[in-house]
């Protein structure tokens, strides 16, 4: 599970993760919509063979702090803040479904941030009409109303991400999910041709990727950045 640490982000306490040794380079994962830090537990510890893994728990999820304001935009802000405040440099980062959209964004925020980027089986927000569900009974582990806020802004689209693709400088590989993800794999390939430096690679195993074949997913990977 690695070592549990905090991080202080303006008046926002995030949760995260760390495995690793001291002085590897940086890598840091973004989790999906209602997971935490631990859905990466099925990588984490070949990742950290070769890299220090920080797996964060974004706003609203797990350990981090719930404060009832949730979009994409506070969640890259609370994401170049946790790297600033870590002083971590050429980061490699890497994100699942929303935690991809969140990358996206770091991206282009701030590209003297990235070393590489790694986006698992999403595009920025198109639009479309996903039901917004019902809250599951009992305690959960994420503050709901994250999920009204962030399926809403994706139901919405984001055009001007869209666009911005194209100024992304760090080395980019998205990974698809292939046919049995619910993701439009052709929206895949648009982002791979938007964005100057990007390599597509399918691994059929649907939307969860990384958790469906960690081996595979996690050797694709560390073979891409080793290129």
Request: charged share 20%; with cysteine; proline share 8%.
């Amino acid at each position: 599970m690695g070592e549990a640490q905090e991080v202080t982000v303006g008046e926002i306490r995030l949760a995260y993760q760390v495995n690793g040794a001291c002085g590897a380079a940086p890598m840091l994962l973004l989790h999906a919509l209602g997971e935490q830090a631990s859905s990466w537990a099925p990588v984490t510890g070949r990742f950290a063979e070769r890299y220090r893994v920080f797996a964060l728990d974004m706003r609203g999820h797990g350990n981090s702090d719930w404060p009832g304001s949730y979009s994409f935009q506070l969640m890259r802000d609370d994401v170049i803040a946790a790297i600033e405040r870590l002083a971590l440099h050429r980061v490699i980062l890497i994100g699942h479904s929303m935690g991809g959209g969140v990358a996206y964004l770091v991206a282009i925020a701030r590209p003297d941030l990235l070393g590489r980027l790694v986006v698992e089986d999403v595009p920025p927000p198109y639009p479309r009409d996903r039901p917004i569900p019902e809250r599951p009974d009992g305690l959960l582990d994420f503050d709901w109303p994250v999920v009204q806020a962030i399926v809403s802004q994706v139901n919405k689209g984001d055009s001007e991400t869209w666009d911005s693709l194209a100024t992304i400088t760090a080395p980019t590989l998205v990974i698809g999910g292939g046919p049995q993800s619910h993701i439009p794999q052709d929206r895949l390939k648009e982002v791979a041709d938007r964005i100057p430096a990007c390599d597509l690679v399918t691994i059929p195993a649907g939307h969860n990727v990384h958790s469906a074949r960690p081996m595979e997913f996690a050797n694709t990977v560390l073979a891409w950045l080793a290129g």
